[in-house]
């Protein structure tokens, strides 16, 4: 199993600019999550999915959009990136409640600078 | 979910316990205890989790208090990899994963 994956790795982007960031899980999970990391600091939850075809608001969603067509996947975008983005996102993914053990499992990260 | 507090920061000398506390006075009586930890950059990891009473994995112990307002997690004999910041967060089950990790503690094991 290749756990969760993120790509890419590293992005440097332009203000204004847009992207999107991929994550890939191969456990089945129901669950799937996006945080950001600012330097110092702990993780903020964007935004998350209890589904396919489900999304919802974390604790700092304004900036960003996602989707989650499939369920091994969860994208993150951001249609006209600021400065204010550049963060390590992370992303995770879970059981759902009752199906298996309450651990995240998380992703590697992606830097993202915005210039 | 409850809030948590935790040290910023903490030493251990190498092959010594670490012990770091964890402050949930507000705790629920459905809120689990749950512990991570991010090693430099890496993502998080998970650690151990418990709603009542102590736990013990192949990576630490987990000691809650009898009135849950505290825990602690214990690496019984910490080595240079456990360097690395611990998160300590409190919610229901069902809540998995939708919070926040707050700033957590630095823990440094030294030789």
């Known amino acids: 199993n290749a756990g969760v994956t993120q790509t890419p790795k590293f992005r440097v982007l332009k203000t204004g600019q847009s992207m999107t960031l991929l994550c890939a899980q191969d456990?089945?999970?129901?669950?799937m999550y996006w945080y950001r990391q600012d330097p110092g600091m702990g993780l903020r939850l964007i935004h998350y999915?209890?589904?396919?075809?489900?999304?919802a608001k974390g604790e700092v969603p304004d900036g960003y959009n996602v989707s989650r067509l499939k369920k091994q996947n969860f994208l993150l975008g951001l249609e006209s990136a600021a400065p204010s983005q550049t963060s390590v996102y992370f992303c995770?993914?879970?059981?759902?409640?009752?199906?298996?053990?309450?651990?995240?499992?998380f992703g590697p990260g992606t830097r993202l600078t915005v210039t | 979910d409850a809030k948590t507090t935790q040290p910023p920061s903490m030493d251990c000398a190498e092959g010594r316990a670490a012990n770091l506390p964890c402050n949930h006075s507000?705790?629920?009586?459905?809120?689990?205890v749950y512990w991570y930890r991010q090693i430099h950059s890496q993502g998080p990891q998970y650690i151990i989790h418990?709603?009542?009473n102590n736990e013990t994995n192949e990576m630490a112990s987990l000691i809650i208090t009898e009135d849950r307002k505290s825990s602690t997690l214990i690496l019984p004999h910490a080595t240079l990899r456990d360097t690395a910041v611990y998160y300590c967060?409190?919610?229901?089950?069902?809540?998995?994963?939708?919070?926040?990790f707050g700033d957590g503690t630095t823990l440094t094991v030294k030789p």
């Open positions: 999915s209890v589904g396919e075809g489900t999304t």
């Open positions: 418990g709603l009542k």
């Open positions: 967060i409190v919610r229901v089950e069902e809540n998995a994963g939708k919070s926040t």
């Open positions: 507000t705790i629920s009586g459905n809120e689990y």
């Open positions: 456990m089945n999970h129901e669950y």
């Open positions: 995770a993914s879970s059981y759902r409640v009752g199906q298996g053990d309450h651990e995240q499992y």
